[in-house]
């Protein structure tokens, strides 16, 4: 089974940047997208981000569009979310989660938690103001 570790959490201050990792392992051929979510407390999980395992293609939740950037590296099968201008908005455990899914021509079901099959137990990020 595809699993996945979430790293690079943390407590800055609003203003900074923090970059997240997900380091994938197992089979990874069923893999087709990887996504950030998160969620905050009291608060349903929410989309952040996706890319193409494939083609490196990206689609962004517009909270993070312009401030956060997702990329992955197939050599280390690691997905990284670099985050910047972070705000005290954006306190919320971080998950990365896989789908077997593309979105070449449809990107609607991206920000639907449930399409996605594999989750990894997340990574606490603290913005304070």
């Known amino acids: 089974q595809v699993q996945l570790v979430e790293s690079g959490g943390g407590l800055v201050q609003a203003g900074g940047s923090l970059r997240l990792s997900c380091a994938v392992s197992?089979?990874?051929?069923?893999?087709?997208?990887m996504g950030w979510f998160r969620q905050a407390p009291g608060k349903e999980r929410e989309f952040v981000a996706a890319?193409?395992?494939?083609?490196?293609?990206?689609y962004y939740a517009d909270s993070v569009k312009g401030r956060f950037t997702i990329s992955r590296d197939n050599a280390k099968n690691t997905v990284y979310l670099q985050m910047n201008s972070l705000k005290p908005e954006d306190t919320a455990v971080y998950y990365c989660?896989?789908?077997?899914?593309?979105?070449?021509?449809?990107?609607?079901?991206?920000?639907?938690?449930?399409?996605?099959?594999?989750w990894g137990q997340g990574t606490q990020v603290t913005i304070s103001s």
């Open positions: 989660a896989s789908a077997s899914r593309t979105f070449t021509y449809d990107n609607t079901w991206l920000p639907r938690a449930p399409v996605y099959k594999r």
């Open positions: 197992g089979p990874t051929f069923s893999t087709r997208t």
């Open positions: 890319i193409s395992w494939s083609d490196g293609m990206t």
